[in-house]
């Protein structure tokens, strides 16, 4: 695996915008969404088992990170904490890159025993966070 940085042809899919895009949406739509008293819905999984999903308590993680209580959102989902840290991350790289114009950054030639290991490490971080919320389920 290597990581380079490159200039982006014209013809091909300019990520940094289309994901910055995509997250911004999403924020404003929500904004949105409270902004207008909505109701937020229950997990349909949680509702049928008595158990939390594998994203149970990402709402709510959301809500206490956007307010700056980085312990409270931890409790909550401590897999959408990072992701949603991860998207702040590149959402401030995109802005510069695009701003600027600068190359991107990408990772190319991944071998196969990499792809495999970051599989693994995701299956893995993802299995570890839903044994945290079912060993945590009463407060759902």
């Known amino acids: 695996m290597r990581f380079v940085w490159r200039q982006i042809p014209p013809d091909r899919v300019n990520h940094e915008f289309l994901w910055l895009s995509v997250s911004v949406a999403a924020l404003v739509g929500g904004a949105i969404w409270l902004g207008l008293g909505l109701p937020s819905w229950r997990c349909p999984f949680l509702s049928v088992t008595g158990y939390p999903c594998l994203t149970c308590g990402a709402t709510r993680c959301s809500m206490a990170l956007f307010h700056g209580d980085f312990s409270i959102a931890w409790s909550w989902n401590p897999l959408a904490l990072i992701a949603l840290c991860g998207v702040a991350l590149f959402d ?36 570890v966070n839903w044994i945290y919320l079912l060993a945590h389920h009463a407060r759902y």
């Open 92 to 127: 401030l790289y995109a802005v510069v890159v695009l701003l600027a114009r600068l190359p991107r950054l990408r990772v190319i030639d991944w071998t196969t025993a990499e792809a495999n290991a970051v599989r693994i490490g995701v299956i893995g971080l993802i299995a």
